[in-house]
């Protein structure tokens, strides 16, 4: 919903202004626009650009470097062949902890290209945003200050129950005047006394009271004590890679995470092909699932599958990892038997 949001301002505000429209854009004004991305972009931003109106050639997936995170140099390229085309260039949409890798995108690079080409910047934090809480990792995610637009997702990495989830903008006035519309029977005869209505700043309307949980665990923690939590995921992710790197049936990619995800493969000794430790990787998920001592998930990258472990539990310890290892090489054999058979 965030990442939805913020297009939609994006669309209302930045491109109205771009195009010198008498109104908000729709229709055909939608066409000839580009919104630009990493190969590792939620999957939010096509849908938002899809459920707004957007013709699919909108988006322009661009390619990530070996840590999986987008430079400003091929989104400056990108742009410039657009130009060129006669297109326009409305938006970058950055990634700062992807939710497949926990890759960052170079915030400045791509917001020194957006200011120069007089462009939106979005950044979708939803995951890594948290790690702005911790005076030790806040470097991890930098320039998020630089942005238009910020998605922040506290039921992730702020460690509280679904759902709960938050834009922020730089200019509050773009919220109201992308989502300003007011049913008849709110009108107010005395403008001066009232009160804030959350529904001119959001797609909801009545909502409940999620930001009570988040509210009381900040009080409760603090600041330092939250970010010591995400600290805590920082190291335990870096010990599990770390362990993954020096055994030599295990790798990781990459090999120093950025924040708390870890993409990491088995290598059983069994003569397995590309496909084979493809088709292995999955099996082993599901045994790991079924048999109940752990759990990861599973993604693609550069068309190999590699398991996932996305480490957001604060409760988490280095024995849980050691488990979780184990684990998987108990259940190896089992799993190639089945395969071969």
Same mark, same amino acid.
């Given at each position: 919903m965030a990442n939805f949001m913020a297009l939609a301002v994006a669309r209302d505000v930045h491109l109205w202004r771009l195009r010198g429209l008498s109104?908000?854009?729709?229709?055909?004004? #939608?066409? =000839? /626009?580009? /919104?630009?991305? @990493?190969?590792?972009?939620? %999957? @939010?931003?096509?849908?938002?650009?899809?459920?707004? =109106? %957007?013709?699919?050639?909108?988006?322009?997936?661009?390619?990530?470097d070996d840590r999986y995170r987008l430079h400003g140099e091929p989104a400056a390229d990108?742009?410039?062949?657009?130009?060129?085309?006669?297109?326009?260039?409305?938006?970058?949409?950055?990634?700062?902890?992807?939710?497949?890798? =926990?890759?960052? +995108?170079?915030?400045?690079?791509?917001?020194? /290209?957006?200011?120069?080409?007089?462009m939106w910047l979005h950044v979708d934090a939803a995951y890594g945003g948290a790690a702005r809480l911790s005076g030790r990792d806040s470097s991890r995610v930098p320039d998020l200050e630089r942005a238009d637009s910020v998605t922040v997702d506290p039921h992730k990495w702020f460690f509280q129950a679904y759902d709960i989830g938050a834009l $922020?903008?730089?200019?509050?006035? +773009?919220?109201?005047?992308? %989502?300003?519309?007011?049913?008849e029977y709110y009108r107010s005869n005395r403008p001066e006394d009232e009160p804030l209505n959350w529904y001119e700043y959001s797609m909801e309307g009545t909502r409940r009271f999620r930001a009570l949980k988040l509210w009381m665990s900040w009080k409760h923690l603090g600041t330092d004590g939250l970010g010591s939590l995400v600290e805590h995921n920082d190291d335990l992710a870096a010990? $599990?890679?770390?362990?993954?790197?020096?055994?030599? +049936? %295990?790798?990781?990619?990459?090999?120093?995470? !950025? #924040?708390?995800?870890v993409c990491f493969r088995h290598l059983p000794d069994a003569g397995l092909d590309e496909e084979g430790l493809n088709e292995y990787q999955t099996a082993l998920q599901r045994a790991l699932e079924v048999d109940g001592r752990a759990w990861v998930s599973t993604t693609t990258l550069r068309g190999r599958t590699y398991l996932r472990a996305g480490i957001v539990n604060?409760?988490?310890? !280095?024995?849980?990892?050691?488990?979780? #290892? +184990?684990?998987?090489?108990?259940?190896s054999g089992p799993v190639l038997a089945d395969l071969k058979g």
């Open positions: 109104a908000p854009p729709r229709g055909r004004d #939608l066409e =000839g /626009v580009r /919104v630009y991305v @990493s190969d590792q972009a939620h %999957f @939010s931003i096509a849908r938002g650009l899809d459920l707004l =109106g %957007f013709p699919p050639e909108t988006l322009v997936v661009l390619p990530s990108a742009i410039a062949l657009d130009k060129a085309e006669g297109l326009t260039p409305l938006a970058i949409a950055a990634v700062s902890g992807s939710t497949n890798t =926990g890759s960052v +995108d170079l915030v400045g690079e791509l917001a020194d /290209v957006a200011e120069r080409e007089g $922020l903008v730089k200019r509050r006035e +773009d919220l109201s005047d992308t %989502f300003h519309r007011a049913p010990y $599990l890679a770390q362990r993954c790197a020096k055994e030599a +049936d %295990f790798e990781v990619d990459p090999r120093d995470p !950025e #924040l708390s995800v604060y409760l988490s310890t !280095e024995a849980d990892v050691d488990r979780l #290892l +184990d684990a998987l090489r108990d259940l």
